[in-house]
């Protein structure tokens, strides 16, 4: 059965004749986010009845990434970016000698690079090897033992478009007496994120959330984690502000809004809301369906052409990114971009990225390039 764009393609900028395959890098501007950023700019110009305008659409936006994990409003905070998030995480455990932290060998650099500093406190960063490029929850479970605190995982893999089933990650946390802390940020949008089964979830903003940079999505389960202590404290992080004759006491606000030191992104929560408002009509699930439908194509196409596939075949293990294997996968990406077929490339792979803005005309788009090599 043909896939047609769910959402037309003419409602985004610099597409037309294009094959826009990456959304797992960079996804399109939308038109309509043109008019969102005029409307933030008319209220930056209209004073204190602007300024509380602008943060009414901050409060709902809030609303709506709130809804898209299933958790309230309250427990989500605007943060610079997913890693800002990953480090308030990780910031959040008691760290004791000997604990460890699991991560698999194949994650975002985000979810490593922070254990580096725990190994002062004799903490362990406990690699999961992958095999073959793919990461075997089982072996997720035997890494994770009685002194893990935390155990970190993409829900959808940024180098292998792989899916982990979040329900076993939380088992596993749970079993074990961690907290499991989950980088959704190329699962959220395409594929449905269940935040409570999450004690930590984060998320960037600008791939298939459809939005841009300097907003980043923070959940956490106070029930579970306790109320956190901002890393970084501004006005922002308390319910009032401080007055004489002690202007250094303050109360944090009650909910995860005292994680902002100060104002998040408003131009970028602008185009947030917009976006979600823009992908509100679809459900998660014919979203995924779609990418399936078209993940389906490339991995026959792409097998068919003799391409090293490192994404899982089955669709339960994958959502919008379809990877293989490259030596110049740099080089291939750029020779792709120069016959407008725009897929991403690097560590040694090439993801081609569909979403809901795609259709088989960009797959056979792709092959057609491909088959010039």
């Known amino acids: 059965m043909p896939a047609t764009p769910v959402l037309p393609k003419s409602q985004f900028v610099g597409i037309d004749g294009v094959a826009h395959l990456c959304t797992g890098g960079e996804a399109p501007w939308l038109r309509s986010h043109d008019e969102a950023c005029r409307r933030f700019g008319e209220l930056k110009s ?39 998030g990953l480090n308030q995480a990780i910031a959040a455990v008691d760290w004791r000698p000997g604990d460890n932290a699991v991560v698999a060998d194949l994650e975002f650099p985000s979810l490593v690079y922070p254990l580096s500093r725990l190994r002062e406190a004799g903490v362990e960063a406990r690699l999961v090897r992958s095999r073959n490029h793919y990461v075997a929850i089982d072996d997720v479970a035997a890494a994770a033992d009685s002194r893990t605190r935390l155990l970190l995982v993409s829900q959808v893999s940024y180098l292998t478009g792989q899916r982990l089933d979040l329900a076993r990650c ?7 007496g961690a907290w499991l802390a989950v980088d959704a940020t190329h699962a959220l949008g395409v594929a449905s994120v269940d935040g409570d089964l999450c004690d930590f979830v984060v998320s960037a903003c600008y791939k298939w959330l459809l939005a841009t940079h300097g907003v980043g999505i923070f959940a956490y389960n106070p029930a579970r984690v306790g109320e956190l202590q ?26 995860a809004a005292r994680l902002e ?13 917009n976006a979600l408002h823009e992908l509100s009509p679809f459900d998660t699930s014919a979203v995924l ?23 899982p075949v089955d669709p339960s293990e994958r959502a919008g990114n379809i990877c293989f294997l490259a030596d110049d996968a740099a080089g291939l990406a750029a020779r792709l971009a120069k016959r407008n077929v725009l897929v991403w490339g690097s560590d040694g792979r090439v993801r081609v990225s569909v979403h809901l803005y795609n259709d088989d005309e960009d797959v056979a788009r792709c092959f057609a390039a491909l088959d010039l090599e």
């Open 170 to 176: 939380a088992e596993i946390a749970r079993t074990r």
């Open 261 to 273: 030191a100060g104002n998040p992104s408003l131009l970028g929560l602008f185009v947030l809301d």
């Open 46 to 84: 209209g004073g204190m009845a602007g300024r509380d305008a602008i943060f009414d659409v901050y409060a709902r936006g809030k609303r709506q990434a709130a809804a898209l994990l299933g958790v309230k409003a309250e427990r989500v905070a605007f943060l610079a970016h997913a890693s800002e």
């Open 289 to 311: 369906a779609h990418a399936h439908a078209l993940g389906d194509a490339l991995v026959d196409g792409l097998r068919a052409r003799g391409r090293t596939l490192i994404t």
């Open 230 to 255: 901002p890393n970084v404290l501004g006005w922002h992080s308390a319910a009032e502000r401080a007055c004489a004759p002690d202007p250094l006491t303050h109360d944090l606000r009650h909910d």
